[in-house]
């Protein structure tokens, strides 16, 4: 199992990005899934995630900003985000708890990150 993500890069303050995060391999299914962030020298925290059943949980400093949504059908994840600030800027991981088989317990997958700079 791989999660690729994808869509960071440099835009002006005020501005948006989307980012995508696809679920590849083999696996029986997803269960919750969701973006967290890591700036430099400070640690990796929570930005959004959402169930398999479409609830939404949002950290206080992106509620109204940004909106995190999947496509089942896809395996995706995505981060529409709105308003950007440069104390956005890091770079943003997506997490899948995934269960590999029917028979196994879920664990998390992380993908391997995607730069977000937030300059003028």
């Known amino acids: 199992v791989q999660l690729q993500a994808s869509g960071g890069g440099l835009v002006r303050p005020g501005g948006s990005l989307r980012l995508s995060c696809a679920a590849s391999?083999?696996?029986?299914?997803?269960?919750?899934m969701g973006w967290y962030r890591q700036a430099p020298e400070k640690q990796r925290e929570l930005v959004a995630t959402i169930t398999s059943g479409g609830t939404t949980n949002y950290a206080d400093f992106v509620k109204g900003r940004f909106i995190i949504s999947r496509a089942s059908a896809k395996n995706t994840l995505y981060l529409q985000m709105n308003s950007l600030k440069p104390e956005d800027t890091a770079v943003y991981y997506c997490?899948?708890?995934?269960?590999?088989?029917?028979?196994?317990?879920?664990?998390?997958?992380w993908g391997q990150g995607t730069q977000v700079t937030v300059s003028s």
């Open positions: 997490n899948a708890n995934i269960r590999p088989t029917i028979g196994s317990w879920s664990r998390d997958y």
């Open positions: 391999g083999t696996f029986f299914g997803i269960n919750d």
